[in-house]
């Protein structure tokens, strides 16, 4: 275990390399009397314990905290001081820092145990950092994939659609151009066509753009889903829900909901072949509660691979420290349960 001692008065200094000498080798021992040699040994190396002393010739108290902190390599630091300050004992605590100490009451077995409690809550620290960094990047990446995803439907819905009908419309008209016999007939396929491309476009628009919520509640912008749904399948989609607590929601929560319904609702009409969907939802003090069930023809999980549609969801809902759970099997229809935690202010 290596040790950075940074420390000015001889004494102290005599006395802590007593204690840490009973169960280390001197060796491993390094000694700094001020800030600026302490920066400069933290650049050379790095150190499984700091011990800091706050008055310093060149550095003193929330100073000196913040200067080690940042060049302590994620290094856990112990404060050793002179003076009782519990309110600034609590706020190095809150900066960074693993324990705080006075002098007077250290001994060598409560600095030893200091020592390797602050090494373990500093690992332990370290590796939920390193989880949030990871679940950042998760988050980061399924957001990158759903973009690329819709980009990608996006160009194969206006090129393989609405550009074909667009194709057709101009070829109905140059036909109208040379056969006025049925000049009448080609203009009127002609407006059907164009009427079909403004309907795509429409959807493609509706799809695309976030719901206005404004004066309206999650429950109100979800059954205008639904009903758009209705006009282009013929899944019958029943709901159940109490509006009054939908309006409760957090507007940032409440669009992210409506996301997650509406690509439930594209997966189901793409994949199940379902006929029935219920969709119901609720709302505690602290949790919202969604389902979703359909009847059609489910999957394996072991089997089936969760495509970037379920992947988003569970991101969303990782976005509000919630979880989505799919209960599903061949020939079963499928349920979605997905949970998200309500904060304050939020």
Same mark, same amino acid.
């Given at each position: /275990?290596?040790?950075?001692?940074?420390?000015?008065?001889?004494?102290?200094?005599?006395?802590?390399?007593?204690?840490?000498?009973?169960?280390? =080798?001197?060796?491993?021992?390094?000694?700094?009397?001020?800030?600026?040699?302490?920066?400069?040994?933290?650049?050379?190396?790095?150190?499984?314990?700091?011990?800091?002393?706050? #008055?310093? =010739?060149?550095?003193?108290?929330? !100073?000196?905290?913040?200067?080690?902190?940042? $060049?302590?390599? @994620?290094?856990?630091?112990?404060?050793? #001081?002179?003076?009782?300050?519990?309110?600034?004992?609590?706020?190095?605590?809150?900066?960074?820092?693993?324990?705080?100490?006075?002098?007077?009451?250290?001994?060598?077995?409560?600095?030893?145990?200091?020592?390797?409690?602050?090494? @373990?809550?500093?690992?332990?620290?370290?590796? /939920?950092?390193? !989880?949030?960094?990871?679940?950042?990047?998760?988050?980061?990446?399924?957001?990158?994939?759903?973009?690329?995803?819709?980009?990608?439907?996006?160009?194969?819905?206006? $090129?393989? %659609?609405? %550009?074909?009908?667009?194709?057709?419309?101009?070829?109905? *008209?140059?036909?109208?151009?040379?056969?006025?016999?049925?000049?009448?007939?080609?203009?009127?396929?002609? $407006?059907?066509?164009?009427?079909?491309?403004?309907?795509?476009?429409?959807?493609?628009? $509706?799809?695309?753009? =976030?719901?206005?919520?404004?004066?309206?509640?999650?429950?109100?912008?979800?059954?205008?889903?639904?009903?758009?749904?209705?006009?282009?399948?013929?899944?019958?989609?029943? #709901? @159940?829900?109490?509006?009054?607590?939908?309006?409760?929601?957090?507007?940032?929560?409440?669009? %992210?909901?409506?996301?997650?319904?509406?690509?439930?609702? %594209?997966?189901?009409?793409?994949?199940?072949?379902?006929?029935?969907?219920?969709?119901?939802?609720?709302?505690?003090?602290?949790?919202?509660?969604?389902?979703?069930?359909?009847?059609? *023809?489910?999957?394996?999980? !072991?089997?089936?691979?969760?495509?970037?549609?379920? #992947?988003?969801?569970?991101?969303?809902?990782?976005?509000?420290?919630?979880?989505?759970?799919?209960?599903?099997?061949?020939?079963?229809?499928?349920?979605?349960?997905?949970?998200?935690?309500?904060?304050?202010?939020?």
């Amino acid at each position: /275990m290596k040790i950075l001692v940074v420390e000015d008065n001889e004494g102290d200094w005599f006395l802590i390399k007593e204690y840490l000498s009973e169960r280390c =080798p001197e060796e491993s021992i390094i000694h700094c009397a001020s800030i600026q040699s302490a920066m400069k040994k933290l650049q050379e190396q790095q150190f499984d314990i700091i011990l800091l002393d706050l #008055t310093l =010739p060149d550095s003193f108290g929330n !100073e000196s905290i913040a200067k080690v902190l940042s $060049h302590s390599h @994620e290094s856990p630091v112990i404060v050793l #001081t002179g003076y009782e300050d519990r309110l600034f004992s609590m706020e190095s605590i809150q900066s960074g820092v693993q324990d705080y100490l006075q002098k007077d009451e250290v001994s060598s077995a409560l600095l030893f145990k200091s020592i390797y409690y602050s090494i @373990e809550r500093n690992k332990v620290r370290l590796q /939920m950092k390193a !989880e949030q960094q990871k679940k950042q990047r998760d988050i980061t990446d399924a957001v990158i994939t759903a973009l690329e995803k819709d980009r990608f439907e996006i160009s194969g819905e206006l $090129h393989d %659609n609405i %550009n074909q009908l667009i194709i057709s419309s101009m070829m109905f *008209i140059k036909m109208a151009e040379n056969n006025q016999d049925k000049y009448k007939k080609y203009l009127e396929e002609t $407006h059907e066509l164009l009427k079909k491309a403004m309907q795509d476009i429409r959807s493609l628009s $509706h799809r695309l753009a =976030p719901p206005d919520l404004s004066g309206a509640s999650l429950g109100e912008a979800l059954a205008v889903l639904i009903a758009r749904v209705g006009k282009f399948s013929d899944i019958k989609i029943t #709901t @159940e829900w109490n509006d009054l607590a939908m309006c409760e929601l957090p507007s940032k929560m409440s669009l %992210n909901v409506f996301r997650m319904v509406q690509e439930q609702l %594209n997966n189901i009409i793409k994949h199940s072949g379902a006929r029935e969907v219920k969709i119901a939802a609720s709302v505690t003090a602290r949790q919202f509660l969604l389902s979703i069930k359909d009847n059609g *023809i489910g999957f394996d999980p !072991e089997v089936t691979k969760a495509g970037n549609g379920l #992947t988003n969801i569970r991101t969303r809902a990782s976005l509000f420290n919630g979880e989505m759970e799919i209960i599903t099997a061949p020939e079963k229809g499928c349920l979605m349960n997905i949970s998200l935690m309500i904060e304050d202010g939020k």
